[in-house]
């Protein structure tokens, strides 16, 4: 069953920027650390950018830090990242994840919540 909800993606140009959204199941009662992954086809699914519980931590690949932006709203188990910049190589499938741990997690296996994946396509 699917318990977060992605939305946000869609076609950009290169330069362009998308916020992403991240929305958790009323039936999830806590989500201490958030990630946001992405994956091309044929790679594998990294995370891009993560925050933890109250928002005093965050993480971002080298790849994205400077243009991505990650945040969160506890009250709303709601994740959020803003992309500015984009560039062609960050086309993919970005996908929100949750934890109940509360510090950041930089591997697939500390996220046992996943959303569906909301499709982000950058044009040259």
């Known amino acids: 069953q699917v318990l977060l909800v992605e939305s946000g993606g869609g076609l950009v140009q290169a330069g362009g920027s998308l916020r992403l959204s991240c929305a958790a199941s009323?039936?999830?009662?806590?989500?201490?650390?958030m990630g946001w992954f992405r994956q091309a086809p044929g790679k594998e699914r990294d995370l891009v950018a993560g925050?933890?519980?109250?928002?005093?931590?965050?993480y971002y690949s080298d790849s994205v830090k400077g243009r991505f932006a990650i945040s969160r709203d506890s009250a709303k188990n709601s994740v959020y990242l803003q992309m500015n910049g984009l560039k062609p190589e960050d086309t993919a499938v970005y996908y929100c994840?949750?934890?109940?741990?509360?510090?950041?997690?930089?591997?697939?296996?500390?996220?046992?919540?996943w959303g569906q994946g909301t499709r982000v396509t950058v044009s040259s």
């Open positions: 009323e039936r999830i009662f806590s989500l201490k650390a």
């Open positions: 925050i933890n519980w109250n928002g005093e931590n965050t």
């Open positions: 994840a949750g934890s109940s741990i509360a510090t950041i997690g930089y591997s697939r296996d500390r996220y046992p919540y």
